[in-house]
């Protein structure tokens, strides 16, 4: 019912920069939550970053200060600003999208993930 699509992946040096986007679409009733996983090969999936409807952010250790998530609320898009990246960043990047269907219910959504890999 609610699809996202994510874009910006790619290839980048060390130290440079890439910018990822996901915009949802369909059936939102309220969207309450955007955040962005990765998960890198033989690795669990973790958080990277979240931003609340409030404005409040949640970043892993391992990228603050480098990494910006925004959102923009009349595209219902969700964006990750990516500096200064490492090798270790490398990693499928998923995002995803909460939205509250009622009083205590949620439902989440997920993107189809989009590669990044950081090499020299």
């Known amino acids: 019912q609610v699809q996202l699509v994510e874009s910006g992946g790619g290839l980048v040096q060390p130290g440079g920069s890439l910018r990822l986007s996901c915009a949802a679409s369909g059936s939102i009733f309220s969207i309450v939550g955007m955040s962005w996983y990765r998960q890198a090969p033989g690795k669990q999936r973790s958080l990277v970053a979240a931003?609340?409807?409030?404005?409040?952010?949640n970043y892993a250790d391992s990228v603050k200060g480098r990494f910006t998530i925004s959102r923009d609320n009349a595209k219902n898009t969700v964006s990750l600003q990516m500096n200064s990246m490492k090798p270790e960043d490398t990693a499928v990047y998923y995002c995803?999208?909460?939205?509250?269907?009622?009083?205590?219910?949620?439902?989440?959504?997920w993107g189809q993930g989009t590669q990044v890999t950081v090499s020299s």
């Open positions: 995803n999208v909460r939205t509250k269907t009622g009083t205590s219910t949620f439902a989440a959504y």
């Open positions: 931003l609340s409807n409030g404005g409040s952010t």
